[in-house]
């Protein structure tokens, strides 16, 4: 069965950097998109970054230039590098895999059908 571990959340100043890391077992990794998403109490689950099976990546506006998503098929691990963090970065991390699927882009299919972690938890603080 599909298994998502999330780690690497903890608490950080503004300013400071963390990297999320994601194990991925149960599937073939590399015919998976994955994506991170974010939620925070009361608010609606985020997309924050996706990256596709080819590659190709995509990312909210609010984390672009800071954040970097990554993938390493041989370790079977997806990654979140985020640098620059504030605390509206502040947030419940979950990592998602989902089959490709031609019709839909990545965060539709991620949203639609995905499997997700257990989530980690990333403060920041001012």
């Known amino acids: 069965r599909v298994q998502l571990v999330e780690s690497g959340g903890g608490s950080v100043q503004a300013g400071g950097s963390l990297r999320l890391s994601c194990a991925a077992s149960?599937?073939?990794?590399?015919?998976?998109?994955m994506g991170w998403f974010r939620q925070t109490p009361g608010k609606e689950r985020e997309g924050v970054a996706v990256?596709?099976?080819?590659?190709?990546?995509t990312y909210a506006d609010s984390v672009k230039g800071r954040f970097t998503i990554s993938k390493d098929n041989a370790e079977n691990t997806l990654y979140l590098q985020m640098n620059s963090l504030n605390p509206e970065d502040t947030a419940m991390y979950y990592c998602?895999?989902?089959?490709?699927?031609?019709?839909?882009?990545?965060?539709?299919?991620?949203?639609?059908?995905?499997?997700w972690g257990q989530g980690t938890q990333v403060t920041v603080s001012s």
């Open positions: 998602a895999a989902a089959p490709y699927e031609p019709r839909l882009t990545c965060i539709q299919a991620l949203r639609g059908f995905g499997y």
């Open positions: 149960g599937y073939v990794f590399s015919s998976y998109c």
């Open positions: 990256i596709d099976t080819d590659g190709s990546t």
